[in-house]
């Protein structure tokens, strides 16, 4: 069993940064690929960002490239995720999710796919 901690939201002025992180506990953990997903108010979850473990591959939604930038520390089961020039827009919930098992990169976006998922931490972007 994996249980994902997410910490790092809070409120902050259109332009500024915040750095979410994303701690795995459990005693093994090496999944496939990492994923940040954001739900606004009323919209469905949506993709934001994805980085595959082993290889440190990442990929992006197109609104946060240039943004926001994924990563991870192996070593402290870690992920991140550093948003830079925020916007407004990017206000939401935001979750982390583990897939342990193969994922091609046009599922990344697919919630079911995902075997883990954290509590979510809030962000909001005033304008």
């Known amino acids: 069993q994996v249980q994902l901690v997410e910490s790092g939201g809070g409120l902050v002025q259109a332009g500024g940064s915040l750095r979410l992180s994303c701690a795995a506990v459990?005693?093994?953990?090496?999944?496939?690929?990492m994923t940040w997903f954001r739900q606004a108010p009323g919209k469905e979850r949506e993709f934001v960002a994805a980085?595959?473990?082993?290889?440190?591959?990442?990929y992006y939604a197109d609104s946060v490239k240039g943004r926001l930038t994924i990563s991870r520390d192996n070593a402290k089961n870690t992920v991140y995720l550093q948003m830079n020039s925020l916007k407004p827009e990017d206000t939401g919930v935001y979750y982390c999710?583990?897939?342990?098992?193969?994922?091609?990169?046009?599922?990344?976006?697919?919630?079911?796919?995902?075997?883990?998922w954290g509590q979510g931490t809030q962000v909001t972007v005033s304008s």
């Open positions: 999710a583990a897939g342990m098992d193969y994922i091609g990169t046009f599922n990344y976006a697919r919630t079911g796919l995902y075997d883990y």
């Open positions: 459990s005693r093994t953990f090496s999944p496939y690929v």
């Open positions: 980085i595959q473990w082993s290889k440190s591959s990442t």
